[in-house]
Structures are given as structure tokens and as C-alpha cells.
Nanobody
Framework: QVQLLESGGGSVQAGGSLRLSCTKT????????MGWLRQAPGKEREFVAF????????YSTDFMKGRVTISRDNAKRMVYLQMNHLKPDDTAVYYC????????????????WGQGTQVTVSS
């Protein structure tokens, strides 16, 4: 059974940084791209970034471009999201998810999801 477990969330002040981690357990197709998505209270889930299996392609949403770096270590079965210059609008639950091999910004295409980790940014 595939499980994804996020960690690294917390509370920071605006301008601060956080590094989120995601651990994969269970059998999962190696070609899966990995993504990070988030959901703020009262808002729909939205895409943040994805990375393909070999790391050759990464993509992040416009509102976080230049502030996030997604990476993965397949040997350790880990995916990371480094977030810098955080803003109060970045407050949300952040989810790690496994999706189509080419990656996608459409959350409905992600097959496996973690439980999420809370990120709170205060002004």
C-alpha cells in the first residue's frame, strides 16, 4: 500500500523559510512525478510545484516562482519543497502527491496523497 507522509511544516514569520519533506513507502510506479499542492481554509486545493521522476523537469506555479525549489532523492524515496520569502498568503495545509509521469498542475490527476502538513506564516 502506497503511503506518503509529509513533515517540516510549522509557524514562521513573513520572510522566513521552511523545508517540507515527503517520505514514500509502499510500492509505487517509479515513473510517477511528485507534486506539492496546498489548500488554505475556505479555498480550493491548488498546485504549487512538481518534479518528474528523474528530476529533469520541474515546474512551479506563478505565485511561488522564485520562492520555491522542489527536489527529490529517489534512493531515499524522499521529495522536498524548499520555500523562501514566505508570505501570510502562503498559509495552508501542504500536501505531497504522486501523479502522472510528465507532471501536472491539475490536482485531480494526482493518484496518491499524504495527510498534509500545516504551514502558518504570520505578518
Amino acid at each position: 500500500q502506497v503511503q506518503l507522509l509529509e513533515s517540516g511544516g510549522g509557524s514562521v514569520q513573513a520572510g522566513g523559510s521552511l523545508r517540507l519533506s515527503c517520505t514514500k513507502t509502499g510500492r509505487i510506479e517509479p515513473e510517477y512525478a511528485m507534486g506539492w499542492l496546498r489548500q488554505a481554509p475556505g479555498k480550493e486545493r491548488e498546485f504549487v510545484a512538481f518534479i518528474t521522476y528523474n528530476g529533469g523537469t520541474t515546474y512551479s506555479t506563478d505565485f511561488m516562482k522564485g520562492r520555491v525549489t522542489i527536489s527529490r532523492d529517489n534512493a531515499k524515496r524522499m521529495v522536498y519543497l524548499q520555500m523562501n520569502h514566505l508570505k501570510p498568503d502562503d498559509t495552508a495545509v501542504y500536501y505531497c502527491a504522486a501523479g502522472p509521469s510528465g507532471g501536472s498542475s491539475w490536482h485531480a490527476l494526482y493518484d496518491y496523497w499524504g495527510q498534509g502538513t500545516q504551514v502558518t506564516v504570520s505578518s
